[in-house]
């Protein structure tokens, strides 16, 4: 098989798109997560709450492909608001290391003007590389 399409248990279907897609090679592709849970249901509308919720879900999406956080290898977070992400970069790295630790892959920092989710503060994608299981 080419390709795995990857999907955390008991997560609401995702609806026209993948959540992730694991390679041959263990190349792993996670589809932009935003602050909602599980079921699709935002539980904060506080910039904060929602990147500690979509760093968990890119988490999920990596431990699901038989991943660790440790092999994320790149994030490229999308933000609608500049400001708010600048004055609050020591919550957003409290938030960060709750949920990734001291693991820093490459990052990119996109400012758009919206997301497709109106209630979406923020979107993080993410690759990893994921390695192939041991031999038992």
């Known amino acids: 098989m080419a390709q795995r399409i990857?999907?955390?248990?008991?997560?609401?279907?995702?609806k026209g798109?993948?959540?992730g897609?694991?390679?041959?090679?263990?190349?792993?592709?996670?589809?932009?997560?935003?602050g909602w849970n599980h079921q699709k249901v935002f539980e904060t509308h506080d910039f904060i709450g929602q990147t500690e919720q979509a760093l968990k879900n890119v988490a999920a999406v990596?431990?699901?492909?038989?991943?660790?956080v440790e092999d994320i290898t790149r994030l490229t977070w999308y933000v609608t608001d500049k400001t708010e992400y600048?004055?609050?970069?020591?919550?957003?790295g409290e938030a960060y290391r709750r949920v990734l630790g001291?693991?820093?892959?490459?990052?990119?920092?996109v400012v758009v003007v919206g997301l497709v989710e109106d209630a979406a503060l923020?979107?993080?994608?993410?690759s990893a590389l994921i390695p192939p299981p041991a031999d038992g």
């Open 62 to 68: 990596v431990e699901a492909a038989g991943g660790r």
């Open 122 to 126: 923020v979107e993080i994608e993410a």
């Open 21 to 34: 897609v694991l390679a041959a090679d263990g190349r792993l592709s996670v589809a932009g997560q935003i």
């Open 6 to 14: 990857i999907q955390p248990d008991g997560w609401a279907p995702a």
């Open 86 to 92: 600048l004055a609050r970069q020591r919550e957003v």
């Open 17 to 19: 798109y993948a959540n």
């Open 102 to 109: 001291r693991h820093f892959p490459a990052m990119t920092m």
